[in-house]
């Protein structure tokens, strides 16, 4: 008998495991969808003007043209419903031989942005996660 009441409450627990993984909200949803996803964009822009390390290379870029970029590029990863039309993250990044440092300083400057608009960490790291590959196409040593 106890044996039983332990495997009962074992299948109790692994089904209760595994519907709150299956509620887990989408990270486009987490984020705000497009909506928050552009005014995170937009925070982003805010935040790199005012660092030193890195606001050098945004100087002259068509901010709006940036904005809508990465708004659709970051819906289009996180599974939202966009199509992001631009050019891979390679050729975006070709030439303008980014450090490891700016990279990094862009990282921060996009957590700052991300704890401005109110997102919670664990929403952060799950975004970071998704971006994290396009280091290799963005960082060239």
Known sequence: MKQLFIGLCVSFLLMACANQSST???LYDALGQYEGIT???HQLILVIAKDERV???YKGANM????K???DYVCAAVGGPCEYKGDNMQLVHAGHNYTNTEF???VDDLILAMEQCGIPVTTQNRLLA???PTYKDVVYQ
Not at 64 to 67: G, R
Request: proline fraction near 0%; aromatic fraction near 4%.
């Open 24 to 26: 887990e909200q989408s």
């Open 39 to 41: 005014k995170i964009t």
């Open 55 to 57: 606001k050098h290379r």
């Open 64 to 67: 709006s043209k940036f904005k």
């Open 69 to 71: 970029g990465m708004s």
């Open 104 to 106: 990094n300083a862009i």
């Open 130 to 132: 998704k971006l994290a």
